[in-house]
């Protein structure tokens, strides 16, 4: 290790003001020493430096180990270091909010079908090409309301596009400056530093202006997006006037150099969002930085090793020669570790496990049930049991799947997917055992739920309790591992010839009735029919059932009822507070 002196270099330089305590600390260890001789009570002062009593020098030795251990944590608490490491430096990607215009002018038509249609278009673009950093959406017209919050996840963002429109909100209006005030309100609850306001509408005011100056003060750049045309368009006022809306560009710039942003007009293709900069996220002024950055490298750990000798003086004598003998033993002694999965001492058995799950889950989907198996097996989960349960099901190991499946439940109880495929395979296996099992897994029925790589909790099949039919497999009627007769020669047994047309015929005949017969003889068996599960309920199941289906209509299913009812709440809040 070379230091260069001369580069030396505190990293927290203001840790030396506890040498100021090393005084402190010497004068009581001399009070405490001259109050705890027990000499002082039984030998009259002038005599006590004529008695011959070992010691002294041990007394002397621990205050000085003392004082320092004190300097040494001192000076590594200071960051000692004396040379600098290239450190990439952090660039915070500013956010951005935008505000759109749903005043009753957004349904002119100037910009054909509407400028509502060519706004959305135009958001959907922007969320779609837009390389990283938080969005959030603000609408407005009297008022501004919140749509979605500063989020990385543009899709979320978009999926309330298409319900935007004037009829979302709960008054008329085109108050600008309350967007931008409220957009600055959200900017500051994430706790960023900086951001960006991108409003979209077709004029502004005074009022607008002073928003977006404010809106600068605070770091927060405001653009504008003009949305219509100069000639404009005739539209239908919220009160059922008829009106003429245009755009008014003049307005608009003012804004936007207002709060140091850019302005552009509405265009067919993103030229508008590149030349206002949306599109690629800013960064701080404080944050960017061009390139890597030096930082100095704290050495501060190398003195802990003689501090921890040092403390040793603390407990027992002849620590030092303690410790240095199990430091050198150390290495003899213990076992050398064993790597885990993927080559590192860091892996926890849950994550082992998790990566078993997911080669089983690929083998699985590949067809190769042999080796989903193996990758299943051990691992003591509701997903592994579940998952091995399928592996076996398909391989026509019936009896090993359903206790697989057992197990699963166990873990889980009322595991969905685990209770259909038990009952799909208990019904097979009743239907006729398998007389041998197959060498590679096919012709086998599929449990009718796919294999879970986390909790085992998939969408069960359509039919939960029957095994679907697939191509070159058996149909429910047949029993389990012959292979499904059909027109195709694929799916034929090897080395039949194909039969005539009245035999295909009576096959085809034989085989419905022996599909019918199945699917009667599960649904007795499994209760696998709504009907049947409903009567089969308690009245207290059926009473829960009916509670949470009546409770599930009124959830609103579409977006933009859920928007005008949360609009509607919020102006119905502000006008208590007086807002």
């Known amino acids: 290790m070379n230091i260069d002196w001369n580069a030396l270099h505190l990293v927290r330089p203001q840790a030396l003001w506890l040498l100021l305590a090393l005084p402190l600390i010497a004068a009581l260890w001399y009070w405490r020493r001259r109050r705890g001789s027990a000499w002082h009570s039984a030998v009259d002062a002038h005599l006590l430096r004529h008695l011959l009593v070992a010691g002294g020098q041990r007394a002397w030795g621990g205050v000085i180990a003392l004082l320092l251990g004190w300097t040494l944590a001192v000076v590594a608490l200071a960051g ?107 900017l500051q609850q994430s706790g960023a530093r900086s951001g960006d306001i991108l409003l979209l509408t077709d004029r502004a005011d005074a009022a607008a202006s002073s928003a977006a100056t404010a809106a600068r003060r605070q770091g927060v750049t405001v653009s504008v997006l003009g949305v219509g045309t100069p000639t404009g368009a005739a539209y239908r006022s919220g009160d059922g006037q008829i009106a003429q809306a245009r755009l008014d560009e003049a307005s608009l710039r003012a804004v936007a150099s207002a709060g140091g942003g850019q302005y552009a007009r509405m265009a067919n293709d993103d030229g ?23 930082a100095w490298r704290d050495e501060g750990f190398w003195l802990l090793p003689p501090l921890m000798l040092l403390s040793l003086w603390a407990f027992r004598r002849r620590g030092l020669a303690v410790v240095l003998v199990a430091c050198l033993a150390a290495p003899l002694a213990l076992p050398t570790p064993a790597y885990a999965a993927e080559g590192t001492w860091w892996t926890r058995a849950d994550q082992v496990d998790q990566q078993a799950l997911a080669a089983g889950v690929e083998a699985y989907r590949r067809g190769d049930f042999k080796a989903a198996q193996a990758q299943f097996d051990g691992i003591d989960s509701d997903a592994g049991w579940y998952n091995l349960g399928n592996a076996l099901a398909r391989q026509g190991q019936y009896d090993a799947a359903i206790e697989a499946y057992d197990k699963a439940l166990r873990k889980t109880p009322g595991m969905p997917d685990a209770v259909a495929n038990r009952a799909a395979v208990d019904a097979a296996r009743k239907r006729k055992p398998p007389s041998s099992p197959p060498k590679d897994g096919q012709g086998k029925q599929p449990p009718t739920s796919p294999p879970s790589q986390g909790q085992g909790q998939g969408q069960p099949g359509k039919d939960a309790g ?50 019918q017969q199945a699917l009667q003889r599960q649904g007795k068996d499994g209760k696998d029919t709504p009907a049947q599960r409903q009567a089969a309920e308690t009245p207290q199941q059926r009473e829960q059932r009916q509670a949470v289906e009546a409770w599930m209509r009124r959830v609103p299913d579409d977006p933009g009822s859920l928007l005008r009812a949360k609009f509607q709440l919020e102006n119905e809040r502000r006008k208590r507070e007086g807002r």
């Not at 958001?123 to 017209?141: D, P, T």
């Not at 969002?273 to 890597?292: E, F, I, Q, Y």
């Not at 429910?476 to 295909?504: E, F, I, S």
């Open 272 to 294: 508008d969002l590149r030349a206002l900069g949306v599109l690629t996220p800013k960064t701080s002024v404080d944050d960017r930085r061009d390139g890597n950055g030096m």
């Open 466 to 515: 029957q095994p679907p039919k697939q191509p070159g497999q058996q149909s429910p009627g047949q029993p389990p591992g012959t292979p499904a007769q059909g027109k195709d020669k694929d799916t034929q047994g090897a080395g039949n010839p194909d039969p005539n047309p009245a035999a295909q015929a009576q096959a085809d005949a034989a085989q419905r009735q022996q599909m």
């Open 80 to 186: 000692p270091s004396w040379r600098q490491v290239a450190q990439p430096l952090w660039q915070s990607p500013a956010p951005l909010v935008v505000a759109l215009d749903l005043s009753s002018r957004v349904t002119a038509t100037d910009l054909p079908p509407s400028r509502l249609l060519q706004a959305r278009a135009k958001l959907a673009a922007l969320l779609r090409e837009r390389k990283g950093g938080e969005v959030a959406l603000l609408v407005y017209a009297d008022d501004a309301y919140t749509v979605a919050p500063l989020t990385a996840d543009t899709a979320n963002v978009a999926l309330y596009l298409d319900a935007l429109g004037p009829d979302v909100m709960p008054r008329d209006g085109q108050q600008a400056e309350r967007a931008l005030d409220a957009a600055v309100l959200l």
